[in-house]
């Protein structure tokens, strides 16, 4: 059964970095497709980024273009999210997410099996 761990979310000033952290296990990490999405309080989850599985391929939500950068490292099982210039709207619980192909990842989040805990990012005025 595939497990999935976030971390690095916390409070950031508007205009502030973070940067996530997802690791995986009891799958095939290497062969899948590696996703970042995010749900805000009466919202639905929504992806942010998703990239393939030799990173090769990325894909992100037009809100997070230019500000966001996803990347994984195949070796130590784990896919990142690099979060910069921060706005409010940005304040979300952050799940990865891990499918077979980076397409079920664009469909949507009812087709992806295999979710983290979320991570909680708050950004401040």
């Known amino acids: 059964q595939v497990q999935l761990v976030e971390s690095g979310g916390g409070l950031v000033q508007a205009g502030g970095s973070l940067k996530l952290s997802c690791t995986s296990s009891g799958g095939t990490f290497s062969a899948d497709a590696m996703a970042w999405f995010r749900q805000a309080p009466g919202k639905e989850r929504e992806l942010v980024a998703g990239?393939?599985?030799?990173?090769?391929?990325?894909h992100y939500a037009d809100s997070v273009k230019g500000r966001f950068i996803i990347s994984r490292d195949n070796a130590n099982s784990t896919v990142y999210l690099q979060m910069n210039s921060l706005k409010r709207e940005d304040t979300a619980v952050y799940y990865c997410?891990?499918?077979?192909?980076?397409?079920?990842?664009?469909?949507?989040?009812?087709?992806?099996?295999?979710w983290g805990q979320g991570t909680l990012v708050t950004v401040s005025p």
């Open positions: 990239i393939s599985w030799a990173g090769s391929t990325t």
């Open positions: 997410a891990q499918a077979d192909t980076l397409v079920t990842v664009v469909a949507g989040a009812k087709y992806l099996r295999f």
